[in-house]
């Protein structure tokens, strides 16, 4: 069983930048493949990063590669997002997740986080 907490959203304007970070309990962290999601309103759900357990490979959505890294301390058992040069179609709720799979299909994440809001203004 693995329990995901993110934190660090927030307002911000365009062109700025966040931290979002998620700590994540149990003792196996090392071995699941994390992944941050997001959903705004009134559209699906859609995979922004992700970083396998196999390897440090990451992967991104086109629409943020260059602008977001996905990064994590195993030791802390935490996963980050640090999002730069941000626009608002990155309004979103974000979401990490976590699956012991190598995947960047939602569906495939067994658990996942809360949630915390990312808005921002034009």
């Known amino acids: 069983q693995v329990q995901l907490v993110e934190s660090g959203g927030g307002l911000v304007q365009a062109g700025g930048s966040l931290r979002l970070s998620c700590a994540a309990s149990g003792r196996t962290f090392s071995t699941y493949t994390m992944g941050w999601f997001r959903q705004a309103p009134g559209k699906e759900r859609e995979f922004v990063a992700a970083i396998m357990w196999s390897r440090p490979n990451t992967v991104y959505a086109d629409s943020v590669k260059g602008r977001f890294t996905i990064s994590r301390d195993n030791a802390k058992n935490t996963v980050s997002l640090q999002m730069n040069s941000l626009k608002p179609d990155d309004t979103a709720v974000y979401y990490c997740?976590?699956?012991?799979?190598?995947?960047?299909?939602?569906?495939?994440?067994?658990?996942w986080g809360q949630g915390t809001q990312v808005t921002v203004s034009s």
């Open positions: 997740a976590a699956t012991r799979l190598i995947t960047t299909t939602g569906r495939s994440y067994e658990y």
